[in-house]
């Protein structure tokens, strides 16, 4: 180790779990991840599977801050979901103490909206948001954070006032594994002119008709077999219409020049390719710079 | 068998088929089932299935009329699609001759649309809709065959003149099995209040917001953590939102005031209620009646 670890960062998501260790002075001590996620783990696996992420890397009694699903009601210990509007400036107090641990353990709640017709939730999104905050201090409007389920979300004054779920990536997996359109699909795509036109011709239908998503996602198979579309180009079409769809839908949400992107460099690309045919600039931040940053923001309220 | 059995109906779907006797004189002489749909069943095994539908009902040499997924591609013998505008008074032109059978076989046609970026594809629903202009003769405007891939279809001088998919059932399925809405759910819903509340709630929000299907869908599982609606009240609520999220999106086709609704009479009273809620009557007519009446009708058009 190059410095001595102050504290540990944890991103324990549905799939996998992160941690980086960071020194007082906020440089980065070490970083190790695993395939032991909410979803692969019972309830007495967290202890261990903490230490053996942190290895020698930082004694017993270290704080360790951890955000997403660790605190669902079927994580580790449950960490009730704070309110909208929710005050992400003190997040931390939303916090909760796992036992059975030898470091200093905290889980960040995630945020509901209870508001009757709309109710919605966000377990790790929350931690994105407070660390944009960080990264953009005074960021006020609408972020958006694409994904499995894409978040869409208000923040004025610090505060998240209101957010909404698209299913977006889940519905990509569902639909091409498991729906007749499986039949326009083959294994792992690759990039080419084919995706790519495949992606535009999506976004811009999605785009103008949100409204028929449930009916313009079977046109991925009526182009495969009236076309003669191959595999790349369905796939390319489905995920460019379900990402339109999703951007048409919110599109009154949209009332500033730039908007935050949280998420991979692809979802950046492909939500700013979209988002610039409606005349608004995306402007990417990777997703996990955004929690380091956000955790780092949880521990200094803590 | 109480009458010579002077011709065979068929309709050969995905998972069951389904063949009816007919006199000479217009009355059933015999009707049998099984689950050996296209997709269970292989290329050659198509004439067996066919003789012990019939059995000793009819003679070798008797002809067959055939509706459905027989005429696939990956069926007994591909039969075209008929493109759009589709002539529903000469379907029976479009028949293909299958052979390896002692019966007199002839396969229908489905019918496609290749408008660019609105390409489409039925098989089954054009001879439902032969039946329906048997059973209103003179019927012009829009149909609504509900279902796994629900079709909008409409109808002009006996002409399918465009028609639109909604993959509303098959949704349902994937979701409710696939999604990380199935932790919402549990096995066979039954009828109930907590049902009904979901349906009802579910298409109001559908028939408001259809370009916001992706996001609403999500509810189901936000209800389900925030609110404890229990797997009853979520069931209703998913089917009646993507009942209402199909209608919603289509309501600029609905130019009159009453509706055909061809399928069962479940979907018959689901899509009666949404349509109410806006102003228009679904006149229910029994999917098997339809195909029934546009076998009858292509088979005098032979």
């Known amino acids: 180790m190059s410095s001595k670890t102050d504290w540990v960062a944890v991103d324990w998501g549905t799939s996998n779990v992160r941690a980086w260790g960071l020194a007082a002075n906020g440089t980065q001590t070490f970083s190790n991840e695993a395939d032991r996620g909410m979803g692969k783990i019972a309830r007495g696996d967290y202890p261990s599977v903490l230490a053996e992420l942190i290895g020698e890397n930082a004694a017993p009694?270290?704080?360790?801050?951890?955000?997403?699903?660790?605190?669902?009601r079927q994580?580790?210990?449950?960490?009730?979901y704070l309110d909208t509007p929710a005050d992400l400036t003190r997040l931390v107090q939303g916090a909760v103490t796992p036992e059975g641990t030898d470091f200093d353990a905290r889980i960040l709640p995630g945020v509901c909206q209870r508001t009757a017709g709309d109710e919605d939730v966000m377990r790790g999104e929350e931690t994105q948001l407070l660390g944009l905050l960080a990264l953009r201090p005074g960021f006020s409007g609408t972020a958006i954070l694409p994904g499995t389920h894409s978040k869409w979300v208000e923040i004025e004054n610090g505060r998240i006032t209101r957010f909404s779920t698209a299913m977006t990536g889940e519905l990509y997996e569902v639909l091409s594994q498991h729906?007749?359109?499986?039949?326009?699909?083959?294994?792992?795509?690759v990039e080419g002119p084919e995706i790519e036109e495949g992606i535009a011709e999506g976004m811009r239908a999605g785009l103008e008709s949100p409204?028929?998503?449930?009916?313009?996602?079977?046109?991925?198979?009526?182009a495969a077999l009236l076309s003669g579309k191959g595999a790349d180009w369905c796939s390319g079409y489905l995920s460019g219409l379900l990402v339109g769809v999703e951007i048409g839908g919110h599109r009154h949400w949209l009332g500033q020049v730039s908007v935050p992107l949280i998420g991979s460099a692809r979802f950046g690309r492909l939500y700013?390719?979209?988002?610039a045919l409606i005349g608004t600039t995306g402007e990417p931040i990777d997703a996990s710079e955004a929690t380091i940053a956000g955790l780092i923001a949880a521990r200094a309220q803590a």
């Open 61 to 72: 009694g270290t704080p360790a801050i951890i955000c997403g699903m660790a605190g669902a």
């Open 75 to 80: 994580g580790w210990l449950e960490a009730p």
């Open 179 to 189: 729906s007749v359109l499986r039949h326009s699909f083959k294994g792992d795509t």
């Open 211 to 222: 409204s028929l998503a449930t009916s313009l996602i079977f046109r991925t198979r009526a």
């Open 272 to 275: 700013g390719a979209a988002l």
